[in-house]
């Protein structure tokens, strides 16, 4: 089956995943999963990151032909990976993500948005190099929709994020239009609108559109429908 990469969003880490991995396992993939730069295990000062940092650690990561699927933030730097090595990947699977607009940065994007959800909940650090969530706020903008012992997990591992990469400006070729692209929208999402999900991913042929009925981590919320819906898309599509 395939080689499945796994990248997280914004102040998330490669644990993000512990539930969907096994699902993906039971359908005969290889699933992967990556801390970003300052994330999880990486200790990568927080002032060292940056955007061309993150695509890289996605880089690093793929196989020959992998797909790789990029939940919310993480759309930026992987786009950007299939800019730099689309050979090796098979397809990107966007879950609730940016698909960047190229000359934007993810903020310039988020501030497009007709609504600001996450916003109330963002708290930046003394220095003004990162965010992190407001801990009475995670399960509102994040989990509302997750059982218990998921969002108690999260809230052990939730980390801060590193602005730097998300105020820079996207600058892409035109060898990421050539890799194949599907985009998962979360029906419920309390982060990124889901009618600005819509608006993203205008103009995409039907059968590369898709949804849930979740809120922004459907990871947590429906494991087993976002892999079965994750083994769908590479069976029709490959």
């Known amino acids: 089956m395939s080689d499945i990469l796994l990248v997280h969003g914004s102040c ?18 290889t699933p992967r999963s990556i801390d970003m730069p300052s994330h999880g295990a990486d200790l990568t000062p927080i002032t060292e990151v940056t955007l061309d940092s993150c695509a890289q ?5 793929l196989g020959s032909d992998t797909v790789v699927v990029a939940h919310s933030w993480a759309g930026f730097p992987v786009t950007q990976a299939a800019d730099m090595a689309p050979k090796q990947i098979a397809r ?4 609730c993500a940016y698909f960047p607009w190229n000359g934007y940065s993810l903020a310039d994007m988020r501030r497009k948005a007709p609504r600001q959800p996450l916003a109330p909940a963002i708290v930046h650090s003394l220095d003004g190099y990162s ?12 989990y509302h929709d997750c059982p218990p012992e998921a ?19 996207i600058q892409l070729g035109d060898t990421f239009k050539k890799v194949a692209k599907s985009y998962i929208r979360c029906t419920d999402d ?3 609108p889901p009618e600005f999900q819509v608006t993203m991913t205008d103009g995409w042929p039907a059968e590369n559109l898709h949804e849930m009925p979740t809120g922004h981590s ?19 599509c490959r």
């Open 190 to 192: 309390r982060t990124i």
């Open 57 to 61: 650690s996605v880089v690093d990561a």
């Open 131 to 142: 965010f992190g969530i407001d801990p009475a706020m995670i399960n509102e903008v994040f």
């Open 218 to 236: 459907p990871f947590f919320a429906d494991p087993k429908g976002l892999a079965a819906l994750i083994d769908k898309i590479i069976r029709v």
């Open 12 to 29: 998330h880490g490669a644990w993000c995943w512990c539930q969907l991995t096994p699902e993906l396992d039971a359908l005969g993939h």
């Open 92 to 95: 990107v699977i966007y879950l």
């Open 151 to 169: 969002v108690e997990l999260a809230r052990a591992r939730l980390g801060q994020q590193a602005i730097s990469p998300q105020e820079t400006p």
